[in-house]
């Protein structure tokens, strides 16, 4: 019973084979986001206790069976992740509450709201969606509960305007009590709803030493003793950056730096994967922050990271060595996983993959990970299938080198590692991973049906039925979601290819509709969504004229005349570039007027003169070569189509902001009358 999209209050039993469930809560962009939690109810729909309240300061129940594994900005939007082991959750937990909750607005803010559930291999279950939110500040998507020995799932959609702390009370939860003294009653300490303490994201609070809590042995005799506040208090830790280190001893340029990860020497096939596989794992260990953020990609827990290169298992007479096993521990329980790696044009074979799921199956291990430099269309999607018999136990879960660089550079510019060693660490790996010789890369090649593909769209004799068309629709796609990665880790915004919403989860739907648009107009096209930006940046690539199309649309203010509107957005124009196409679009059916930025800026009326009806919006666009290579430099395809992506955001759409009404003018009279009462 998979992919079941539910109304609320509908409710579904859950397959009986499944002991495991990842729960996803998502939101459209925003400048703020959703806290995840989870409550273990009784059969009196209360916690047995506030250890029963799974949340980013109590980041695992006590029993080990609900944790709590934090936000991840992905290409696919953002989202807050909890695990679920159903197999372990104990008899007297009837109910398990999925909850939400913001600090900052409202529900209201965030738009259409998302409860997904998973199972191991990260295959969708069901999914609930609503956009019936609006004042709340705390949110039930829905709950897990027991029936007749099997497990079922409810949508619910419940708000609070409480927050976390209501929600959490509301079902047993002591929200952080009043601090007080022995003495001295008239002085009255915060209450709840004004504590907070930081709890780093990766553990749980520490408890408090016992001399914290009490007054210092050198503190005034006689001073009143303060208590220590009780119950569960929310917290969040404010991010810094560290800066790296400067050298500045070198007596000239030339001098360089010594290189933590060198690439002197190394060769090419199980040498480079051997280098590059140590170059990761120990970066991993080094910066705790970087390990969190690969391997919460695949599925594990917050906590402490351990990695292992080349461990040797026995597959009945024979030797499997995998490139390397993690192994993330938090409290009682033990995530572990088996990685292999490729680099350069390696690829995974089916046979390899069912081995080590065979391992790791034997071995009780939670995951088989592959690593290389494919990078699948869709975000959890597997460059290879394998018998799906074999993923019940265990998940097969696949990251793409260019994914990691991504999480490197996001680290490194929006991350906030405080630390100035491991800033410097992570620095060295991802100068050596960038590094060709390191065998790990972005997205660089359009495969080998490009250029057949390519020659027959320019010689109009492409047929949406070649079979050689759906690959190089699907390295189209490819490259779509690298340029979100490439803008989400330059900008520290989680930037988002938009699809269709069947086209998200549905490859071969999404592969034809390219293939389509390949055939009907001879062009590819993409859409991405830059959060706080004016408006999308939508990219369009002619083969048959070899140019692409950068443009983006911004709405123009809805008062004031024609003319105020077209000097407005020259305004926000200073920088852009002369050959910028400037549209106008107008309210009367087929209006529009279109002309380069240069005639614009000299004579701004000729965008509006002869046209009738209200100025709505302005079209810009601009147009540059397209290249035809399917791989290596920036006169390839791929590099062409990223670096007019990248010229296009910077001159065009960064600088635009969205028109803002002026706050309403007081008339004369008003401001009189408010004299007045000030003098009263």
Not at 44 to 49: E, L, M, R, T
Not at 570 to 592: C, G, H, N, V
């Amino acid at each position: 019973m998979h992919d079941q999209y539910l109304i609320k209050g509908q409710n579904i039993t859950l397959p009986e084979e499944i002991e495991q469930v990842d729960v996803l809560i998502t939101w459209e962009d925003s400048a703020f986001g959703i806290d995840a939690s989870a409550l273990l109810l009784g059969a009196d729909k209360k916690v047995g206790s506030d250890q029963d309240f799974v949340f980013y300061n109590q980041q695992e129940s006590t029993d080990g069976s609900v944790r709590y594994l934090g936000r991840r900005e992905t290409e696919s939007g953002p989202h807050e992740r909890l695990l679920i082991q159903l197999s372990a959750v104990p008899p007297e937990i009837d109910t398990i509450v999925l909850a939400g909750s913001v600090d900052t607005g409202s529900f209201g803010d965030l738009g259409k709201l998302s409860l997904h559930l998973l199972d191991a291999s990260g295959s969708s279950i069901a999914e609930y969606v609503t956009a019936d939110a609006r004042m709340e500040t705390a949110f039930a998507f829905g709950e897990i509960y027991r029936r007749n020995g099997l497990w079922k799932l409810r949508a619910v959609g419940q708000g609070w305007e409480s927050g976390l702390a209501g929600l959490a009370e509301d079902f047993g939860v002591d929200v952080g009590g009043e601090e007080s003294t022995t003495a001295a009653p008239e002085v009255h300490a915060p209450t709840a709803s004004h504590i907070v303490e930081v709890a780093a994201i990766d553990g749980p609070v520490a408890p408090e030493p016992a001399a914290a809590a009490a007054t210092s042995a050198l503190a005034t005799p006689g001073a009143p003793k303060r208590i220590r506040p009780t119950g569960v208090r929310t917290a969040k830790a404010v991010p810094k950056k560290a800066h790296l280190p400067e050298f500045k001893l070198a007596e000239s340029e030339a001098w360089q730096p010594a290189r933590l990860f060198s690439v002197i020497g190394v060769g090419s096939g199980e040498e480079q994967e051997r280098r590059t596989t140590s170059a990761l794992v120990s970066t991993m260990q080094a910066v705790p922050l970087f390990a969190r953020a690969i391997s919460s990609r695949v599925g594990a827990p917050a906590g402490a990271f351990e990695g292992y290169v080349e461990v040797p298992y026995a597959k009945g007479e024979s030797r499997v060595i995998p490139d390397a096993v993690w192994k993330v521990a938090r409290g009682s329980r033990l995530w572990t996983a088996l990685l292999e790696v490729k680099t350069g044009a390696g690829k995974h074979s089916r046979e390899q993959l069912e081995n080590y799921l065979d391992i790791a199956k034997k071995n009780k291990y939670d995951v088989v990970i592959s690593l290389s430099n494919d990078l699948p269309a869709g975000a959890g999607e597997l460059p290879v299938e394998v018998d799906k018999r074999k993923l019940t136990k265990v998940g097969l879960r696949h990251l793409s080198w260019a994914e990691v660089i991504h999480e490197a550079r996001m680290a490194l510019s929006h991350g906030g590692i405080d630390n100035q060693l491991q800033a410097w660490i992570l620095h060295e790996f991802l100068r050596y991973i960038e590094h060709p010789k390191s065998g790990a890369s972005e997205f660089v090649d359009m495969g080998r049906h490009w250029v057949t593909i390519r020659d027959s769209v320019s010689a109009g004799t492409f047929r949406s039925g070649d079979p050689k068309a759906a690959s190089v629709a699907y390295s189209w796609i490819t490259l779509a979601r690298n340029l979100a990665l490439r803008f989400t880790a330059e900008l520290g915004v989680n930037v988002r290819h938009i699809l269709p919403r069947r086209a998200v989860s549905d490859a071969d739907y999404r592969t034809e509709l390219t293939v389509v648009e390949l055939e009907t107009d001879g062009t590819f096209s993409a859409q991405l969504r830059i959060p706080e930006a004016a408006g999308e940046l939508k990219i369009v690539a002619d083969m048959r004229t070899n140019k692409v199309t950068c443009s983006t649309v911004l709405t123009a203010p809805d008062e004031g005349t024609a003319g105020k509107r077209v000097t407005w957005a020259l305004r926000q124009l200073k920088i852009a570039p002369a050959d910028l196409l400037i549209e106008a679009l107008f309210t009367a059916p087929t209006s529009s007027t279109c002309k380069p930025h240069a005639e614009v800026r000299a004579t701004p009326r000729i965008l509006i003169d002869g046209q009738s009806g209200q100025l709505g919006s302005f079209v810009l666009m601009q147009t540059f070569t397209l290249g035809s290579k399917r791989a290596g430099t920036a006169a390839s395809f791929i590099g062409s189509v990223t670096q007019s992506a990248e010229t296009f955001y910077a001159d065009v759409i960064q600088p635009l902001r969205e028109w803002v009404p002026a706050a309403p003018k007081a008339s004369d009279l008003q401001r009189d009358e408010q004299v007045d009462d000030e003098e009263l």
